[in-house]
């Protein structure tokens, strides 16, 4: 793969955050993805977040898969770490990445073919275990790399560039992530980044499994008249259900809404999500209400964005699994091997 390295010049009053890095220091190369493409816009959202939040590039591990998504963690936090895996297997690389340093910020970048066709069963139990990670698909419908066959995410009847209709009924990632048990799901559009920033900054907080699926047009493939997929397609048929923003907790916040009309989600860590509530009956504790109307909704050929739902008492895999707190990378043998000893202790306990 060529990279292409960005000018080391830039402003001299860039504003600078808390540990006194710019957005600069949180970019990549340039990237090598089509013109337009949105994939393109969710690396410039995750800068944004990872920078806003002031943390560190060298605690994250980034991980992908295959696939034009797969290929953007190249274009972001470039001092992280980073694991580029095979087609469909990033949620086992990124379990073991998070089971060995639970230190780590864990940002994993997949596509609707990475994750709904060949990766489907990995997704599925990643969600499962409560990896604590950031799980994000960038969903256009389509095999980009492979010239613009239909995923198992596209809707039925939606039609190709070369106007072939797509008989299959769609796996919606949302609907998925909701029944098997992730604590926090939520959906955004590629284009609109006052609502996707602030998720992405929700989910990189959220202690347990995050997901979002973000709709990201494939501008070579399935942009036309007839994709489901498309940015004319989405901003028609886009639903917000909840307008969302995120504070980390400082000595003073000022935020402009309406009285009566927002919800302070607590997050585990101990951080908030400020809600501000279009449809004031939607509830984003009620897993079974979320899904609900994702599936109502997407019957009437609407898009739902915004955060569907958040556990305000979500654990993560190293809780379930009792882990010790030191990362497991650190442990020297003594800790790993405790000899005969301790291995006849445990069997005879069983006798």
Request: aromatic fraction near 8%.
């Amino acid at each position: 793969m060529t990279f292409v390295a960005k000018p080391r010049v830039h402003h001299p009053k860039l504003p600078i955050n808390e540990i006194g890095l710019t957005r600069r220091d949180y970019e990549g190369p340039v990237s090598t993805l089509c013109a337009g493409c949105g994939h393109d816009s969710v690396s410039a959202a995750i800068v944004a977040a990872c920078a806003e939040l002031s943390l560190p590039p060298h605690k994250f591990a980034k991980i992908s898969g295959i696939g034009c998504s797969s290929k953007t963690p190249s274009y972001f936090l470039s001092k992280s770490h980073g694991f580029n895996s095979v087609h469909g297997r990033m949620p086992s690389v990124a379990t073991g990445a998070n089971l060995a340093n639970r230190e780590l910020y864990c940002i994993g970048v997949s596509g609707d073919g990475d994750t709904a066709s060949i990766g489907l069963g990995q997704f599925a139990h990643i969600v499962r275990r409560r990896i604590n990670m950031l799980y994000i698909v960038d969903n256009n419908g389509t095999y980009g790399l492979t010239k613009g066959q239909f995923s198992a995410t596209n809707d039925k009847g939606s039609t190709s560039k070369k106007g072939s209709p797509n008989l299959y009924e769609p796996i919606d990632l949302v609907s998925m992530a909701l029944q098997i048990g992730a604590s926090f799901v939520a959906r955004s559009f590629s284009g609109d980044k006052k609502q996707l920033v602030p998720l992405i900054k929700a989910g990189l907080m959220h202690k347990g499994f995050a997901f979002i699926d973000v709709i990201s047009p494939c501008v070579a493939f399935n942009n036309h008249q007839g994709s489901t997929k498309s940015y004319e397609y989405v901003r028609d048929h886009s639903e917000t259900v909840t307008v969302s923003d995120y504070f980390q907790p400082h000595d003073e916040i000022t935020v402009d809404y309406d009285p009566g009309s927002s919800e302070d989600v607590k997050m585990p860590d101990g951080s908030t999500l400020r809600l501000h509530k279009l449809d004031r009956d939607f509830d984003v504790h009620d897993r079974v209400n979320a899904l609900n109307y994702v599936q109502k909704r997407q019957a009437e050929g609407e898009v739902v964005t915004g955060l569907l739902y958040v556990d305000p008492d979500a654990s993560d895999c190293h809780e379930i699994l009792d882990t010790v707190q030191r990362p497991l990378n650190e442990l020297g043998e003594a800790e790993l091997c405790p000899g005969n000893a301790a291995l006849h202790a445990i069997n005879d306990s069983f006798r």
